[in-house]
Structures are given as C-alpha cells and as structure tokens.
C-alpha cells in the first residue's frame, strides 16, 4: 500500500504544477513528522511540493511566528530562476512582501577569540548584498508590485534560513533535482526547512 501511495502521489506530481501535502506538527516548536512517503515525494517529485503544517488545537501560538509574508532561501552559486518564479509568485498572488535571504558561513580565518573581525564582516556582506542584489534584480523588475527585502546573514544557510521563517507564512528553499549518488536527495537547508520550520514550506526543484 505504501508503494502505491508513493507512486500515486509522485505520478500526480509530474503533471500537476505543485503537489500539496499536509504534514503533522510536534509541539510548541512547529517541528514537523514526514511519513516515509511524504519524504520520498519531497526528495523525487518532478514538481514543487507544498507542505502544509497542520495545527494542534492544543499548540498555544509561538511568540515569534507573527509574520505573513514569503521567505525564499538563496544559494548565490547556484541557479535560482525556478526557485525565484515560485516566490515571487507566491508573494505576488498572496499580496505579501518577498524576504530574500542568504546566509553566509563566516571562514575560520576570519573568527577571533572575541567573534568575527569587522572588517572581514563588512566585506564578506558587502560583496554577498552585491550578488543577491543582482539576483534580485530581474524578478523585481518583472514583479514590480511585490515589495522585496533582501537578506544577508553571517550564519550557515539552514539557520539563516529557519531564523527568516520565524516572519513569514510561507518559506520556499529549493532541491537539487540531480544530486551525486551517495549524497541526500535533500540538501541541510531544505532538510532543515522540512523538519523545523514553524509555517508552511515550498520545496521547489532546480537544475
């Protein structure tokens, strides 16, 4: 039955624009419980693939979850137009504003005993605004009415990315469809994303 499921559901997906899914929250913390079949969907489908995290009658609402707009991870070495589409999109449709976030780990050159040396702080942001902004630029101009906000953030992707969702009713990362084959059919932040993020969540494959 499991394998029909899957199949069912991943058929579906290639002929369908997006496939939407519900997945059940754990607790307070917004954590989320992917069945085995709702795991494979998210890490094969063809298609993007929404989750919907469902709400505990009994969960009070979490202190910092009070935003409604879209968040969208960035890597700014890889391909994002697919991504990008999505978001934008979603903001556009939904009326919302679009948090375009990027984080970037600081190298351990640049860590001292007291935190990060400033001046290597300012340039690494600097040149990382700089290639988001170009990024940006194009779908701005296209979605004109969507107002953007652009992040950079110096932390590893998934907790820049979690710590952006905690303002946003939607969170969009993306999934290499094409990924060596010992490696995991997600990468950390949409893993990340999928397991601890407190909204509702976008897996957009690319490449």
Known sequence: MANDARSALLKAAAVSQMIVLGSRGLGAAGSYFLGDISMEVVSRAERPVVLVRASLENDPPS????????????HLRDP???????????????????????????????????????????????????????????????????????IVTLDSPARAVLHASEKGKLLVVGRRRHRGALAPRLGPV???????????IAVVPYG
């Open 63 to 74: 202190p910092v979850h009070k935003g409604n707009g879209v968040v969208v991870g960035l």
């Open 80 to 150: 994002c137009g697919e991504l990008l589409e999505f978001a934008f999109s979603a903001a556009a449709a939904r009326g919302r504003s679009l948090r375009a976030v990027h984080g970037h780990v600081v190298p351990v050159q640049a860590r001292m005993p007291w935190g990060v040396d400033p001046e290597v702080a300012a340039e690494i942001t600097d040149k990382a605004q700089k290639k988001l902004h170009k990024k940006l630029r194009p779908w701005r101009k296209r979605f004109r009415g969507v107002r953007v906000i652009d």
């Open 190 to 200: 949409a893993h990340a994303a999928v397991h601890h993020a407190a909204c509702s």
